[in-house]
């Protein structure tokens, strides 16, 4: 690839602030991505765009309900477990806030 081909297609990938990717992107096997410590980093910046991961479906951030019960007593406990298991995944993004 000549030098002026390499810049047409550099400029094709870059735009200011960004890649571009027109390609699958693929990393090797045991390669990390390393991200920024200070602001964090988004995967999906916009509550309309998918993401899949592990290999499943392609799906749009979705929602778990908190759980509404009758007896306390018997399932206090659990509750609680579960509202727990609800924030972490809406901390990490995986499910929308309640």
Do not use: W
Request: aromatic residues 6%; glycine residues 10%.
């Amino acid at each position: 690839m000549t030098p002026e081909e390499l810049t047409a297609e550099y400029q094709k990938m870059s735009h200011s602030d960004r890649f571009v990717f027109y390609k699958l992107v693929q990393v090797l096997d045991g390669r990390d991505i390393q991200v920024g410590r200070d602001n964090g980093t988004s995967l999906g910046t916009a509550t309309d765009q998918k993401v899949g991961v592990y290999g499943n479906k392609v799906v749009q951030t979705g929602k778990i309900s908190d759980p509404s019960g009758q007896t306390a007593d018997l399932d206090n406990e659990a509750r609680q477990k579960i509202t727990a298991i609800i924030d972490a995944l809406e901390a990490f993004g995986i499910t929308a806030s309640s």
